[in-house]
Nanobody, 129 residues
Framework: QVQLVESGGGLVEPGGSVRLSCTAS????????MAWFRQAPGKEREGVAC????????YVADAVKGRFTVTRDSAVNRLYLQIDDVRPEDAGTYVC??????????????????????WGPGTPVTVSS
């Protein structure tokens, strides 16, 4: 069983930056595919960034590429999502997820929330000046 807890959300001004963290209760993130999903009101859950198990290769969705950066610190079992140049459409709840088994290409897995077994409660990001 893996428990995930996100933190770092809050009120962010347009154009600002925010760093979200996801702490995992697990032996090592190296054995998990990790993902950040965004849930905005009235919209479907959207995969925005992922990190592959073992290799640590990263993927960022085209819609947010250039502004979102995902990193993994296996030493402290933490996943991060850096959001720069925040825009109003970035508002929503950001949820961390983990998957142990999938061998799917990361670019595809990141858009398949149904394949992730473990989920955090999420951290909200509000964009307002």
């Amino acid at each position: 069983q893996v428990q995930l807890v996100e933190s770092g959300g809050g009120l962010v001004e347009p154009g600002g930056s925010v760093r979200l963290s996801c702490t995992a209760s697990t032996q090592s993130l190296d054995f998990l595919n990790m993902a950040w999903f965004r849930q905005a009101p009235g919209k479907e859950r959207e995969g925005v960034a992922c990190v592959a198990k073992r290799s640590g290769r990263t993927y960022v969705a085209d819609a947010v590429k250039g502004r979102f950066t995902v990193t993994r610190d296996s030493a402290v079992n933490r996943l991060y999502l850096q959001i720069d140049d925040v825009r109003p459409e970035d508002a929503g709840t950001y949820v961390c997820a983990a998957d142990r088994w999938s061998a799917m290409a990361l670019e595809d897995l990141c858009h398949r929330p149904d394949l992730f077994e473990y989920w955090g409660p999420g951290t909200p990001v509000t964009v307002s000046s």
